[in-house]
């Protein structure tokens, strides 16, 4: 088995991915389609934890850069990614000079931030022109808060049913330490940036642990719920995924 180092900053930052299943696998696919042929060129993972997505993506790309805020992740992400530079800063000061990128993945990193709108004026800055970000962040329609809450001083982990459904006031006082967007909230960080949506949408997740336990049923509960993303049901979904273009 795998080892992995547990983060003692869990419920702050969250944890990285430690395995690959078919969630995995349709999100890189996701990925690769909406970077194109950029993904042969200059790509940064912002939030890279231990190297999941980086290492598959590396094969691709001439030039790969992971970042992550916690320096034990790098340490990690190397190993799995010897090709990649890996470097430990914030997503708020990028350290790398403007039209550096020709893609740029944040997978699920953006909810942890100090900043939101300052990473995401970051990214669009070191993007080149022509550049894409795909995002990856949580929807705030999703019936669970999936990084746990706090209650009466204590850290509770866990999928939380209906705490996102609440208003914002009390919504971040039980999860003030993750963010959690809708389309309109994602849409305001990037106003008077130069980009354009290529893609917006929202997805949702593979069920691969409740596949593990019940194959039968974990199948059929994917296939219905991947099937309404193609409807107005998918304000349900799990994740925004966005793909942006720097003009």
């Not at 790398?96 to 900043?115: G, I, K, R, T, Y």
């Amino acid at each position: 088995m795998t080892s992995h180092t547990p983060s003692s900053k869990a419920a702050l930052r969250g944890e990285p991915s430690y395995v690959w299943r078919a969630g995995q696998v349709r999100r890189l696919d996701l990925m690769c389609a909406a970077a194109g042929e950029r993904i042969h060129g200059r790509v940064l993972v912002d939030g890279c934890g231990v190297g999941a997505y980086l290492s598959h993506l590396a094969p691709e790309a001439s030039t790969i850069v992971g970042l992550d805020i916690e320096l034990e992740r790098t340490h990690e992400a190397q190993a799995k990614a010897p090709k990649a530079g890996l470097v430990c800063g914030a997503g708020e000061h990028l350290p790398f000079p403007d039209a550096s990128f020709d893609f740029l993945l944040s997978h699920e990193v953006l909810e942890h931030v100090q900043n939101d709108a300052e990473v995401i004026r970051e990214m669009v800055r070191v993007l080149r022109p022509g550049g894409r970000l795909a995002l990856f962040c949580p929807n705030r329609g999703y019936p669970f808060e999936t990084h746990g809450i706090y209650w009466r001083g204590r850290y509770h982990f866990g999928n939380i049913p209906l705490v996102n459904w609440l208003p914002r006031h009390w919504r971040d006082r039980l999860a003030p330490h993750v963010e959690v967007y809708t389309s309109g909230d994602l849409e305001g960080l990037f106003n008077g940036l130069p980009v354009r949506f290529v893609q917006r949408t929202i997805l949702f997740g593979a069920y691969d642990n409740i596949i593990a336990r019940a194959p039968a049923l974990g199948r059929a509960l994917r296939a219905v719920l991947q099937a309404l993303e193609y409807t107005p049901l998918r304000f349900f979904g799990l994740s925004h995924f966005w793909v942006v273009e720097k003009v």
